[in-house]
């Protein structure tokens, strides 16, 4: 089984500011990697697949980027909606989970 | 609008079954691999399982293995999970998804909640 591990596991940025989320997969898998956000009592939402690719209607400040086995979702500019948790998933061999970064309000 | 709508959970005790229901509208379920992920009280995703466009092909997390059977009716737009011998550990919110673009999850529900206590 493939393991994503997240870092940090909380992030505290305050709005306006950059916040930069990393993903490691134990073995690579190419591009094949999606973020999610879940604000408490809601289903996840898809961000970004394929590792960079945005999924409908997700603001241009939500950028993905990496390869292989290391992982970035970066998110330019903190808006009040966007304190979450945040999910990496790797779907090159079966589909994981990492455990989560929540970002918090400074 | 694109949605999908989950069903059929509730408090169940240890050994019993349940059968969950996802219920797909503003879009053709046919055309998608659906799944079922888990997410355990204040812990984080687990996919659950998955089936192929026409029904022909599953795949399931071991722990689920020979315990659950997902299924789908695309003539009912709709996806379902049948869930026996039910264990603690199986406690959950089972959100219903599109399985796409390889393997991430782009259409969810707001989930189903299923206890397994005694």
């Known amino acids: 089984e493939i393991v994503m591990t997240q870092s940090p596991a909380t992030l505290s940025v305050s709005p306006g500011e950059r916040a930069t989320l990393s993903c490691r997969a134990s073995?690579?898998?190419?591009?094949?990697l999606a973020w999610y956000q879940q604000k408490p009592g809601q289903a996840p939402r898809l961000l970004i697949y394929?590792?960079?690719t945005r999924a409908t209607g997700i603001p241009a400040r939500f950028s993905g980027s990496g390869s292989g086995t290391e992982f970035t979702l970066t998110i330019s500019s903190l808006q009040s909606e966007d304190f979450a948790v945040y999910y990496c998933?790797?779907?090159?061999?079966?589909?994981?989970f990492g455990h989560g970064t929540k970002v918090e309000i400074k | 609008e694109v949605q999908v709508v989950e069903s059929g959970g509730g408090l169940v005790q240890p050994g019993g079954s349940l059968r969950l229901s996802c219920a797909a509208s503003?879009?053709?379920?046919?055309?998608?691999?659906m799944s079922w992920v888990r997410q355990a009280p204040g812990k984080g995703l687990e996919f659950v399982a998955n089936?192929?466009?026409?029904?022909?092909?599953?795949n399931y997390v071991d722990s689920v293995k020979g315990r659950f059977t997902i299924s789908r009716d695309n003539a009912k737009n709709s996806l379902y999970l049948q869930m026996n011998s039910l264990r603690g550990d199986d406690t959950a919110v089972y959100y219903c998804?599109?399985?796409?673009?390889?393997?991430?999850?782009?259409?969810w529900g707001q989930g189903t909640m299923v206890i397994v206590s005694s």
């Open positions: 998804s599109t399985d796409r673009y390889g393997g991430a999850f782009e259409i």
């Open positions: 503003g879009f053709t379920l046919s055309n998608d691999w």
């Open positions: 089936i192929k466009q026409d029904g022909s092909h599953q």
């Open positions: 073995q690579s898998v190419s591009s094949k």
């Open positions: 394929g590792a960079s």
């Open positions: 998933q790797q779907y090159d061999n079966w589909r994981t």
